[in-house]
């Protein structure tokens, strides 16, 4: 499923020209998770290379980033999520506020979005 999002994406990027871009990083930014057993829903702010734990996950918000000159603009998170203590992360990549399904976070118990860049 996700190879195919991937291509798809892909395959859209290929077809149309793209326009380049500039971002900015922020000195953090903002994730909501939630808890599907509980239904619970937090927004978790985080600076720039901070981990936090959220229930059975760590999360590393290593960069936060949004297009030059629109702070209010698309937040790209680079995240890394570590569930109880595994050697390896279940996520590790960037996530878009705009696109949350484009890269997502595959888990039976939480789902995390990136929702914007903070400017403190």
Same mark, same amino acid.
């Given at each position: 499923m996700r190879n195919l999002k991937i291509a798809v994406l892909a395959a859209a990027l290929l077809a149309s020209p793209v326009a380049a871009q500039e971002a900015t990083s922020a000195p953090g930014g903002t994730l909501r998770i939630l808890d599907k057993i509980t239904g619970r829903t937090d927004d978790v702010s985080f600076r720039s290379g901070q981990t936090q734990d959220f229930g059975l996950m760590e999360i590393t918000m290593s960069?936060?980033?949004? +297009?030059?000159?629109?702070?209010?603009?698309?937040?790209?998170?680079?995240?890394?999520?570590?569930?109880?203590?595994? +050697?390896? +992360?279940?996520?590790?990549?960037?996530?878009?506020?705009?696109? +949350?399904?484009?890269?997502?976070?595959?888990?039976?118990?939480y789902d995390v979005w990136a929702l914007r860049c903070s400017s403190e």
């Open positions: 960069e936060c980033r949004y +297009p030059s000159g629109n702070r209010s603009g698309d937040a790209y998170t680079l995240l890394t999520i570590v569930y109880n203590n595994a +050697p390896d +992360p279940v996520f590790r990549g960037w996530m878009i506020a705009s696109a +949350p399904a484009l890269n997502a976070l595959d888990h039976p118990r």
